[in-house]
Structures are given as C-alpha cells and as structure tokens.
C-alpha cells in the first residue's frame, strides 16, 4: 500500500505517514521478539497466568520511542505503559507482545499489535507475527492486506463447514463459560482451534484462516487492530448482543454476517 493511499491519516515530523511509522515501528519490534525468542527471559507476574517478560518491555519501548519521536502530541494507549495524552485526536494503540505465553513457552505463535484511533475510530491497523514475517494491515477506506495482497474475510455461511478460533483469558472463573462455549459449540464446526493470540485470532478472520472467531474477555490492545482489519476485508466484528463492537468491548464476535447469525442463533439455543 503506497504512502499516499493514507488520504485519512496525519504525518509525522519527518513528513512519513502514520502507515508508514506504524508498519516500521513493528518490525522493528518484530526484531526485538526473534532476538529473545526461544532464549531465557526475565519475568514479571501481572496475575495468575498472566506473565510480561523482558521481551514485552523491550519491544513497546522500541515502538513508543519510534512513535514518541514522529507523532510527540499523540496519545497513547499501551498494555505495559498504560495510558498519556489523554484528549488528544490521535492515540495510537500497542500490544507490543500479543501471546506472551506462547512466547515464554516457545510456541511461536504471537504478533506486534498497532492501531490509530482517530476519536474513538479506528483508521489505522497492523499486526506484525514476526516468526512467518507475515504483516497484515489497511487503512480506514483501502481494505485490508498481508503482505501486500488484499484479503478477505471467508465466505463459509454454515458452522459445519466452518473453523473457529477462541482465547479463554486469564481468569478461570470468568473462562469458564467461554470454555462451556467452546465444548457445545465444537461438535457443530468442521475445527476449533485455541491460538493464545487473539490479534493473531482476528487477523486469521480477516484472511479467511478463521471463518469465526469469538472471545468475551478482551481489551483494546487486543482488538484495535482485528476490528479494522476484518470490516475492511468484509467482515464483521459485534458485540454478543448484535452491535458493532468498538475498542472499549471486551466481548466479541468475529466473522461475515451470515455465519456470524448462525452461531448467534446456536448461541440463543444453547
């Protein structure tokens, strides 16, 4: 996708696109994530389960010096850095490690997660997996792409002939019912699959990998990215009650409109 073809996105100080920053600023956390790969990392516990290693760190630090440096009256949102420039038109939103337990136990499926929101919308996604340096990204209006071919979203409309994905969290009690899900829903489906990486989970909808992919305990680092990526390429992402899910929605339903129906009409009769 050319630098130009960001009509709705602001320039940097060096005059580069937002694009063109952000598919930077995760290769190069991309490298970063390679380097320590598969080698023994220093870990702290956030909660049960839930690790952030030395990696996570190094590689949000990376992108928020990129990103700090072109776009210095942006706001921020990040997991490990949490929140600054509160009121300002642009935020950039970071999960600069997503799969930190695939990563820490050598599993390599994670990905840099990217996205700019312009008051509240999203304009502007990238998710970067660095082990198969496969970069899915779009912009608000130019569809969605991996590496550089425009993708979309499955046409598979009935659950029998369909593969889903979905993450459980961290939290056992609040998993539990996402698990219940998992168990009814998994004779219906041709295969299920839990990544360990839910912006990995949604990129794989927008290209086709995923027809569905469903999870109810997210944030906005996790989703930003996937939301713009799968409308772009045809799809849809909504809330279980049938809306249009936004960054702020923990719960969502990732898919095209007709098989998207059908699993809310199996969820309704479970």
């Known amino acids: 996708m050319p630098d130009d073809a960001g009509v709705l996105l602001p320039l940097s100080t060096h005059g580069k696109s937002a694009y063109t920053v952000a598919r930077y600023a995760a290769s190069e956390a991309g490298k970063i994530l390679k380097k320590y790969y598969g080698k023994p990392v220093e870990t702290q516990v956030k909660g049960k389960r839930n690790l952030v290693t030395e990696a996570d760190l190094l590689s949000e630090r990376k992108i928020l010096e ?4 072109e776009f210095p009256s942006h706001g921020i949102l990040s997991e490990e850095a949490g929140a600054s420039g509160e009121g300002a038109e642009y935020t950039w939103i970071i999960d600069p490690l997503d799969g930190t337990n695939n990563f820490y136990f050598g599993i390599p499926v994670f990905c840099v997660n990217i996205a700019l929101v312009r008051r509240g919308e999203v ?5 970067y997996d660095p082990m198969r340096n496969e970069t899915f990204y779009s912009v ?3 569809g969605a792409h991996l590496n550089g071919k425009k993708i979309r979203v499955s046409a598979v409309k009935t659950l029998d002939k369909a593969s889903a994905g979905v993450d459980l969290g961290y939290d056992v009690e609040r998993s539990k019912d996402l698990l219940d899900m998992a168990t009814g829903l998994w004779p219906k489906l041709h295969c299920l699959r839990l990544t360990g990486s839910s912006a990995l989970g949604l990129a794989y909808v927008a290209c086709g990998r995923f027809s569905l992919y469903f999870h109810k305990y997210l944030y906005p680092w996790d989703v930003a ?6 409308r772009e390429a045809g799809g849809e992402v909504t809330r279980y009650d049938g809306k249009q899910a936004c960054t702020d929605d923990a719960a969502i339903i990732a898919s095209n409109p007709a098989l ?9 009769r479970r």
């Open 140 to 142: 608000k209006g130019k």
């Open 260 to 268: 998207r129906m059908e699993f809310l009409n199996w969820l309704s």
């Open 225 to 230: 990215s996937g939301l713009l990526l799968i």
């Open 66 to 69: 990129i990103i700090n440096t």
């Open 123 to 127: 304009v502007l996604g990238v998710t």
